[in-house]
């Protein structure tokens, strides 16, 4: 005989209003602090979330969280430590049905939720040892490594990235550009594995350099846990003036030679900021303005429906003429067909410091204050009505 779907929800509902209750007692009654409680609340959680997954298999772990947090007057523990001690119980099922518990429920949710490639061993050390909490933290930074090492870049959590642009010229004679931390970044935040991106203002190579070799883009980066996005990405270059062979030689202003693409990054010429080293794409701002309108089309013509683009750009900034490029960009973008989708701000560190002190005072003088940000706006299509 079948239930009706009604009923089903019903019964859904009353056992995540259970199960809320019980969570949000138990945290007004005992000190959250209490190793019991603490105990007491994972179990609860586990062998629940267990029952009411199997009898509603179209619900979510993510479904059930929220609606468990949006129980009127729920005063349970929040999504992250539900989160957390259902890993717990996924990587240690067997310790729930111990008695007696070698180690804090703290300490075992430490372990679990790390990046430590041999979770049983840290385990093995931990019970034997019985460190604080601090000297587990330190043991797990031990073993796991500096970000950096691990992934190759600095994997930032706001939109303010605080990056040192490129040095001067690199070795294919570029000047500026966005920093490598910047670019590896934006392929973590708007590319998953396997997506295409295409560079059509590629100078030297940059993105396809950052894919090549940091680890956090390598093919075994896909099975692991942790920054579960990262994996090989596909990187399609071409240039005005291509340096390396790799490159294609194409004038993004008339057309991108690649069919498709789940991610475009464009880092053009600042109009005039670099006179007389590259192509600055027109003597007025105007034909500057139209031609980054033609690359939007370009761009339009092979971005997947769900792809972005990312466009990078400074201010023109100059005692007697300043153009705010940043703004013209996203105009230019939006008039291509594109819709904004956020802004990232990259404040560089070393603007003041590569004019030298003379520019420097010269700037102070005709009081001028010196560009110490990129700003990479992003966009996606725009939805079709």
């Not at 204050?369 to 706006?377: A, C, W």
Request: hydrophobic share 35%; net charge negative.
């Amino acid at each position: 005989m079948s239930v009706e779907p009604n009923i089903m929800i019903d019964a859904c509902a009353t056992q995540i209003e259970d199960l809320a209750r019980r969570l949000s007692d138990r945290s007004t009654q005992r000190g959250s602090h209490d190793d019991s409680y603490s105990w007491e609340q994972a179990t609860d959680y586990v062998n629940s979330r267990s029952a009411i997954l199997a009898d509603h298999p179209r619900l979510t772990p993510q479904q059930l969280n929220k609606r468990i947090r949006g129980v009127e007057g729920y005063q349970g523990p929040g999504g992250s430590w539900l989160s957390h001690s259902w890993r717990v119980y996924e990587v240690w099922p067997e310790i729930f049905c111990l008695k007696t518990k070698k180690l804090s429920y703290l300490h075992y949710k430490s372990i679990a939720n790390s990046t430590v490639p041999d979770k049983p061993a840290l385990r093995a050390w931990a019970e034997e040892k019985q460190p604080t909490q601090a000297e587990l933290r330190e043991k797990i930074k031990e073993l796991t490594g500096d970000e950096r090492t691990l992934l190759g870049f600095r994997l930032m959590t706001t939109n303010l990235w605080r990056f040192a642009s490129s040095d001067g010229a690199d070795d294919q004679g570029f000047d500026g550009g966005i920093s490598n931390d910047v670019v590896a970044n934006l392929l973590h935040y708007f590319t998953d594995p396997g997506d295409v991106v295409v560079d059509p203002f590629a100078g030297s190579g940059r993105t396809k350099t950052m894919v090549d070799t940091l680890p956090y883009f390598s093919a075994d980066w896909e099975d692991r846990k942790a920054h579960h996005h990262g994996g090989p990405r596909k990187v399609l270059m071409s240039d005005i003036a291509p340096k390396l062979p790799a490159i294609q030689q194409a004038d993004a202003r008339e057309h991108i030679p690649f069919d498709s693409a789940d991610f475009i990054l464009l880092d053009p010429p600042y109009w005039r900021i670099a006179e007389g080293k590259y192509d600055h794409m027109g003597e007025t701002i105007g034909e500057w303005f139209n031609g980054l309108v033609a690359v939007g089309m370009n761009c339009q013509s092979i971005l997947n429906n769900d792809g972005m683009v990312a466009l990078a750009l400074d201010d023109f900034l100059r005692s007697k003429q300043t153009v705010s490029l940043i703004t013209l960009g996203v105009r230019a973008m939006e008039e291509a067909g594109f819709r904004h989708a956020m802004s990232i701000y990259n404040n560089y560190n070393n603007a003041c410091s590569s004019m030298g002190a003379l520019g420097q005072w010269r700037a102070m003088k005709a009081r001028l204050p010196v560009n110490g940000v990129k700003v990479i706006n992003i966009f996606c299509k725009k939805e079709e009505n």
